[in-house]
């Protein structure tokens, strides 16, 4: 939606209308799209909706009351609630609107809370419906002379989608994506549109439809299994991202990723098999969600994501002096980087040649960065930190989560079924300050990354 016509909807009143179909499901999405976009909105549902969505989960996202049942006056403080709810609002809409629904509406049979609602709105307000319901339940006859009826009252309808239904027929019937309907509605509410200009163009894209060659049923049953999931998956990330960007809005995020190297002489040094895939791919899912994102890396073969700030390091010790630097600005620090435990006392000045004696070379400790953090992190700060076990995984990271003083630690555990250097795959072990712990199933590292931040963003 461009942003003229998202200005359209600022300080609107939508007055949305829900019904018993299967597209329901979206409907919290829809309520939550307007608000967002600068709305107030005020629902109402038939009894047949509250299978498919409840009037609590409405009332939540919409923070008013929800009307389902037009003699129940206990959320219905003024008289004559129904006229009262009609000339509130700037625009109404049915959506998604059942096939029951149209007839009803398009007969004027108000037996229920939202007919009675939506035939005291007045001529002036408009109104939008959005059928969604099986293909053939949409090209029968009635259904849509139904249609052509209230479209000849002036309403504004919003033709379904084509596509895979949940009977596992493929045609039209489907509701429209939320950002469809969100700029059908902003459309709508522009200064000037000619409502019966949109429903000529409207007929063209219903008679298209209609005229579309169905799927057979057997041959769409598949189709349908997989577009619920789709669908299934889709809203779940879309709240996972509101979820996260609720949290991380005002957070800055450091990230380590990567080895270090420790050099022996110029051309030799001792390191690990990072490659810094996880530090990369939270980086990568981070700067979705957070205020800002330092990621101070390794060598490496990958590119930082774009707009993160990005230190590159060789060794422990440039490590350490990069995130001691940065720390106390810094709200979350998760520290993916694989440190080498040791270092050469007194590295060689030039090669070392080869000679037929052993070489014995004198290692000292690493700073212990990961515990020099958590020595001194205030209040309000989250240390993150990982571990890599071959065995007894678990134990030992509880003894490293409650010596370093971390309230996070992400176990990968390394075996012949994982293996988690330059993969992109991986399987992990999440435990907080309390052991609770948190199994992830063998998957990508982007979607492992989600998960960390999401329980990042619900540490007590």
């Known amino acids: 939606m461009n942003i003229n016509l998202q200005n359209n909807l600022k300080n609107k009143k939508i007055l949305l209308g829900i ?15 307007l608000i967002k976009m600068g709305a107030e909105v005020k629902v109402v549902i038939t009894p047949s909706a509250q ?52 007839g009803k509406f398009a007969n004027g049979i108000a037996d229920n809370a939202l007919i009675a609602v939506f035939m005291a709105i007045p001529k002036n307000i408009p109104i939008v419906i959005a059928p969604a319901m099986d293909t053939t339940m949409f090209e029968f006859p009635a259904t849509q002379n139904n249609i052509q009826t209230l479209q000849s009252f002036g309403f504004s309808i919003l033709p379904p989608d084509s596509g895979e239904l949940a009977s596992g027929l493929t045609g039209p019937g489907r509701l429209p994506d939320v950002n469809v309907i969100t700029n059908h509605i902003a459309q709508v509410l522009a200064n000037g549109i000619d409502i019966h200009s949109v429903n000529i163009n409207q007929n063209e894209r219903l008679n298209q439809l209609i005229n579309s060659p169905l799927e057979p049923l057997d041959q ?66 981070a700067k979705k969600y957070a205020k800002e994102v330092l990621l101070v890396s390794g060598k490496v073969n990958l590119n930082p994501p774009d707009k993160v700030k990005f230190i590159e390091i060789e060794s422990a010790d440039e490590l350490n002096q990069a995130v001691q630097s940065n720390y ?9 980087a694989a440190v080498a435990d040791y ?32 020595s001194k992190k205030n209040e309000n700060q989250i240390l993150i930190g990982f571990a890599l076990e071959t065995e007894n995984a678990i134990d030992n990271a509880k003894l490293k989560l409650k010596k370093k003083n971390l309230d996070l630690i992400i176990t990968n555990i390394y075996d ?37 931040l999401k329980k990042i963003a619900n540490l007590k």
């Open 416 to 452: 012949d079924n994982n293996q988690v250097f330059g993969s992109d795959l991986n399987e992990v072990v999440l435990l907080d300050k309390s052991f609770n712990e948190s199994h992830i199933e063998k998957s990508s590292k982007s979607k492992i990354s989600i998960e960390i």
């Open 328 to 336: 106390e600005d810094y709200d979350i620090i998760i520290m993916a």
């Open 19 to 33: 019904t018993g179909s299967i597209a329901a499901y979206k409907s919290p999405l829809l309520v939550r799209e």
């Open 51 to 102: 299978h498919f969505v409840t009037p609590i989960t409405l009332a939540s996202v919409s923070k008013n009351n929800v009307v389902s049942d037009m003699f129940d006056l206990s959320g219905q403080n003024e008289g004559a609630w129904h006229i009262h709810l009609a000339h509130w609002c700037d625009l109404a809409i049915i959506a998604p609107c059942s096939a029951t629904t149209l």
């Open 343 to 374: 270092k050469l006392a007194n590295p060689f000045p030039q090669k070392h040649k080869h000679s037929e004696n052993n070489l014995q070379l004198d290692l000292v400790p690493t700073v212990d960065i990961l515990g020099s953090l958590g």
């Open 220 to 285: 769409a049953v598949e189709k349908g299994k997989f577009q619920a999931e789709l669908e299934l998956e889709q809203m779940k990330n879309s709240l996972i991202d509101n979820e996260l960007s609720k949290y991380f809005k005002d957070k800055k995020v450091l990230i380590t990723a990567g080895p270090t190297i420790e050099r022996i002489d110029p051309v030799r040094y001792i390191s690990n098999f990072s490659s810094g895939k996880m530090g990369y791919a939270i980086a990568e899912v």
